[in-house]
Structures are given as C-alpha cells and as structure tokens.
C-alpha cells in the first residue's frame, strides 16, 4: 500500500513539475475566460434587465452561479486528457505501461490530478484581477452543508470529467480519429452540463432527463450546491445518483482497457 502510494506520488510531482512548465498558458487561458465572463455578465444583465428575478434567481445569484463554473473548470475540467491517451495509444507509447507494474488508469488520473491543481491555482490570479468589479455580483447562501456535500460532489465530478475523457481515449483502439465523439460530447456537455445557461432554467422536463445523465453532474451540480440552487433534499439525491455515475464510469473504463488491450495485442502480434 505505501509503495504504491509513494509510486503515485513521484508521477503525481512529475506532473506537478511538467505543468508548472507550461503555467502561462494555464495563465492565458484563464485570463483569456475573462472574456467569456464578460460576455456572460452582458447577455445576463440584458435579461434581466426590467425585471429583479428569473426563474426564481437574482442577476447576483445567476453571475455568481457562473464565476463558480469559471472556477470549476480549471479546477476539474478534463481539457485535454482524452487527446493525451488517443495519442499515447497511437504512438505505441502505451506499451510501456504494459511492462511495468503501473495501472494506466491511475497513472492518467494522477496526471490529470497534477494538471487541474496548476490550472485551478493559477485561474485565481484573473479572477483576483477582476475581482473588483465583480465583487458586488458574489453571493454565497452561509448553510454549512453546502461546504460539507459540495466538495465531495466536486470531488466525485472531477471523477466523471476525467472517466468520460478516459473511455473517448480508450476509443482509440477501434477507432483512428476520436475527434468527433469528443466534439459530440462537448456540445452535449456544453447544453446538459449547464454550461451555456442554468439547467434549473430550462424546461422541467430537460432538467428533469438531464439529472439522469452524467453531464448534469460534471459542472453544474457542485456548482449548484456552492451557489444555492438547489436545495438539500436534491442534493443528497444527486450525490447518490453521481456515487453511481462514477462507479459505471470506472466500470466501463476498465472494460474498454481490457478488450482495447486484446485488440491491440493482436494488431502488434
């Protein structure tokens, strides 16, 4: 259990250290996202313009939810992770891993573990820039269980970030080019994960399909909880059901690593 933990350790300051590398495109992209926040803040203050609520929501409440799902992002947000294992698996580099008493899995989620801590800290510094103006728009509800079911909710989302990335990755051995089910994926995170707007804002019955799907849980339910718009009740509901999300996830993972690893032997036999 210590070698292991010590092993996961060292790869986890690898990445650490090879992230920290590359800490000004972290920077740029996050103070590049400022430009998207703008562009948030115009469209929502538009809306609300003439009227003090939608959907049961202020405009600080709406900005708030926002700036929390600006911080998510670079927090767990899997950018890149799914491009990163296609191409270890195209170039062969993935035969190492075979050799050795290392678990690819955990290996790539260490990596991305690494990659989210640099991108999460450095996404802090544009907002403390921004700070100032946006300040009068940041209202968090003061419920302590928020704290308490909000982490491991976050927790549990970086999981289902990760594993989705993870299985469009594990496509790889079937198919040459992932491109288009990532791109699917996206736009269909982009709608159900709460992306383009609140779901709670959307027509019952889509926010009601879309909390049986993983989507809901990769952005916008942790950052419902931290910005109150849901209530207790629907939490804890929705963590049990993301708890299942994760468990299918790894286990869908660890199918397509074993069949894409038979194909594979056979292609390099």
């Known amino acids: 259990m210590l070698a292991a933990i010590h092993k996961y350790r060292h790869v986890f300051l690898v990445g650490l250290q090879s992230n920290i590398v590359y800490r000004w495109n972290f920077a740029l992209r996050g103070f590049f996202s400022l430009f998207h926040l703008t562009g948030v803040f115009i469209l929502w203050t538009a809306a609300y313009k003439g009227s003090t609520e939608i959907g049961g929501f202020d405009v600080q409440q709406t900005m708030t939810y926002f700036i929390m799902l ?5 927090f767990i947000g899997a950018f890149n992770e799914d491009y990163q294992i296609s191409e270890e698996i195209r170039n062969g580099l993935i035969n190492q891993f075979l050799l050795k008493p290392i678990n690819y899995f ?9 990659a989210r801590l640099v991108s999460g800290l450095l996404v802090l510094l544009p907002l403390a820039f921004a700070f100032p103006v946006v300040r009068d728009y940041l209202t968090f509800p003061d419920e302590l269980w928020r704290l308490a079911l909000g982490l491991p909710a976050t927790l549990l989302a970086g999981i289902i970030q990760f594993s989705i990335a993870y299985c469009f990755g594990m496509l790889t051995f079937w198919f040459l080019e992932i491109q288009g089910f990532v ?3 996206l736009a269909i995170e982009t709608v159900l994960g709460g992306q383009m707007f609140p779901l709670d804002l959307m027509p019952d019955w889509v926010f009601r399909l879309s909390q049986f799907l993983p989507f809901y849980y990769q952005m916008y339910f942790p950052a419902a909880i931290f910005t109150g718009r849901i209530d207790l009740a629907l939490a804890v509901q929705g963590l049990a059901v993301q708890g ?7 286990t869908l993972n660890r199918i397509l690593w074993t069949r894409g690893l038979r194909r594979h032997t056979a292609v390099g036999g």
């Open 70 to 74: 600006l911080v998510l992002q670079f």
């Open 106 to 114: 955990l290996y790539r989620f260490t990596i991305y573990l690494s």
């Open 183 to 185: 791109i699917l994926s």
């Open 244 to 250: 299942l999300w994760v468990v299918a996830l790894l």
